[in-house]
């Protein structure tokens, strides 16, 4: 087999890898209804513990619990949180993982945001803004990552863990929001995760 020919075999196999995991994360899509009903559980921490990860230091805020509709996902290779946090999830709950009010809006991730857009309001607008969130998410050990690797939008998953401060010793930081009703930058949940289970 000639160098040319091993090329196209490498594309060739490159390209159906690509198909298979595309083919592996396409969104499901649940008849209509609410498939997760409570919001969050966030116990705040009086005394805050210190995880390492490589060069990151990580300072627990908060015992954090979501039963939640993954909107939408997105992976990061080379951003600066990327080694720690590989995978974004914007996640809904309440009326925001109903697809009956999902089907109306348009959901999508980039830069670490979650970005909607709707034409009209199938709820309020600030229903929406507190009934969802994107999550960055720092798996805790391996059987977490392959477990992370499997969502798809469409499904419902729970998370256990706490949020999270992480810091490096050059000042780069990243900070966890600590409530849901806020908006924009620094609005995003920064969660250590101990368990992730998909639940439907």
């Known amino acids: 087999m000639t160098g040319r020919q091993l090329?196209?075999?490498?594309?060739?196999?490159?390209?159906?890898?690509g198909a298979l995991h595309t083919w592996q994360r396409r969104p499901l899509h649940a008849a209509?209804?609410?498939l997760a009903a409570e919001a969050p559980e966030q116990v705040d921490l009086d005394h805050p513990a210190q995880l390492q990860r490589d060069d990151v230091t990580l300072l627990t805020r908060a015992h954090f619990d979501a039963t939640a509709r993954v909107l939408s996902r997105e992976d990061y290779?080379?951003?600066?949180?990327?080694?720690?946090?590989?995978?974004?999830?914007?996640?809904?709950?309440?009326?925001?993982?109903d697809s009956a009010v999902l089907d109306r809006i348009e959901?999508?991730?980039?830069?670490?945001?979650?970005?909607?857009?709707?034409?009209?309001?199938?709820?309020?607008?600030?229903?929406?803004?507190?009934?969802?969130?994107?999550?960055?998410?720092?798996?805790?050990?391996?059987?977490v990552r392959a477990m992370l690797d499997r969502v798809r939008?469409?499904?419902?998953?729970?998370?256990?863990?706490?949020?999270?401060?992480?810091?490096?010793p050059d000042g780069w930081h990243?900070?966890?929001?600590?409530t849901r009703e806020d908006t924009g930058n620094g609005a995003c949940e920064l969660v250590y995760v101990e368990s992730l289970t998909i639940e439907r």
């Open 77 to 97: 290779r080379f951003d600066a949180g990327a080694s720690l946090a590989p995978t974004d999830l914007a996640l809904g709950w309440g009326r925001m993982s």
């Open 153 to 168: 939008a469409g499904e419902v998953v729970r998370i256990e863990g706490f949020l999270v401060d992480a810091s490096r």
């Open 7 to 17: 090329a196209l075999a490498a594309a060739g196999v490159l390209v159906l890898w």
């Open 107 to 143: 959901i999508s991730q980039s830069g670490r945001f979650y970005f909607w857009r709707v034409k009209d309001y199938p709820i309020p607008r600030r229903e929406i803004e507190e009934s969802s969130a994107n999550m960055h998410l720092i798996p805790a050990d391996a059987g």
């Open 174 to 178: 990243w900070n966890s929001s600590l």
């Open 32 to 34: 209509p209804g609410v």
